[in-house]
């Protein structure tokens, strides 16, 4: 494990607004510590500097692990890259449909795959917040 200054840790969640920066979560809504997560991670090169590290939620960091791309079931069963928080928009690339965030990309349907943005856990959660005016997460 990469060890991530607090200093560092503090820039990254002021930078991302507490948000998760893949599924847009506040971290004030989570029931539990959102992480810094490394997009590229170290085993692939990636290093632990301010460009290539954003504030994720527990359960899209633990689905996303070291990945760094997917298969796109959707289209030609292409490799296609996971969403990028340091540069891509999220809105190009998804869309909520309800309670449900869509894919509207190649990189926005492997996203959403890979990373269980629509899975029961995180359906239950967004809807309560949706409600409530919680989500998506205002920066």
Partial sequence: MTYISERLRQ???ERAGNCCEY???SEAFGRSVFHVEHIIAVKHNGATALDNLCLSCPVCNLNKGSD???IDW?????IVRLYHP???VWQDHFQ???KHVQGITAVGRVTVFLLQFNCTMQLERREELLKTGGYPCRK
């Fill in 96 to 98: 909520l449909d309800g």
């Fill in 11 to 13: 820039q990254v969640a």
């Fill in 86 to 88: 340091r540069r891509d």
């Fill in 23 to 25: 599924c847009l979560y």
């Fill in 74 to 78: 959707d289209a030609d069963q292409a």
């Fill in 68 to 70: 760094i791309s997917s």
